[in-house]
T-cell receptor
Framework: GAVVSQHPSRVICKSGTSVKIECRSL??????MFWYRQFPKKSLMLMAT?????????EQGVEKDKFLINHASLTLSTLTVTSAHPEDSSFYIC?????????????FGPGTRLTVL | AQSVTQLDSQVPVFEEAPVELRCNYS??????LFWYVQYPNQGLQLLLK??????LVKGINGFEAEFNKSQTSFHLRKPSVHISDTAEYFC????????????FGKGTLLTVNP
């Protein structure tokens, strides 16, 4: 149980285009989802916290107009990278937290590798 | 704000040897502590967590960690490693009352050699 999926697993896009990444909790309801960015040889950096039905809370230094987050249901959150540039290339990982069991634990998705040409 | 320091960026060991991956944290309030493992191009998998109670925590794959409040440490140990344990290991902290936001250390690459 507690499976989180991400789609797509890999995406390559041209500079200036927008890319949408989906994060789904497959067997539980996620009241809160988190979006992280991971650079090569670096740790995970929290970008934003997404609560179902409300606006996301962004960490300092993260542009909310560039990284649009929508948490429309208890099982789906999306991250849209708008007007992508090569410096946005990274590994994006989402996690989901259940309101019920294991409420202290975040369950992580497999990640999405974004390459902007 | 909380912070996490993983003192070793890389730890090479031989198969069947013991290993300890070090983690220290800083916080002004009570914390929850976690160790995650990440295999190449994959997400994170929880190894173990400390929430409260016994300071010695046992996790999956034979790993264990000990919470030491006075030293603000949460070192990860395994008595005998396997080649399959080769991966990146992340220590993370969540402050109580922070809506479970995690702050990660920079990771330690454990390489198990035959």
């Amino acid at each position: 149980g507690a499976v989180v999926s991400q789609h797509p697993s890999r995406v390559i896009c041209k500079s200036g285009t927008s890319v949408k990444i989906e994060c789904r909790s497959l067997d539980f309801q996620a009241t809160t989802m988190f979006w992280y960015r991971q650079f090569p040889k670096k740790s995970l950096m929290l970008m934003a916290t997404s609560n179902e039905g409300s606006k996301a809370t962004y960490e300092q230094g993260v542009e909310k107009d560039k990284f649009l987050i929508n948490h429309a249901s208890l099982t789906l959150s999306t991250l849209t990278v708008t007007s992508a540039h090569p410096e946005d290339s990274s590994f994006y990982i989402c996690s989901a937290k259940s309101s019920g069991r294991a409420r202290h634990e975040q369950f992580f998705g497999p990640g999405t590798r974004l390459t902007v040409l | 704000a909380q912070s996490v320091t993983q003192l070793d960026s890389q730890v090479p060991v031989f198969e069947e040897a013991p290993v300890e991956l070090r983690c220290n944290y800083s916080s002004s309030v009570s914390v929850y502590l976690f160790w995650y493992v990440q295999y190449p191009n994959q997400g994170l998998q929880l190894l173990l967590k400390y929430l409260s109670g016994s300071t010695l925590v046992k996790g999956i794959n034979g790993f264990e960690a000990e919470f030491n409040k006075s030293q603000t440490s949460f070192h990860l140990r395994k008595p005998s490693v396997h080649i399959s344990d080769t991966a990146e290991y992340f220590c993370a902290v969540s402050e109580v009352g922070s809506n479970y936001k995690l702050t990660f250390g920079k990771g330690t690459l454990l390489t198990v050699n035959p």
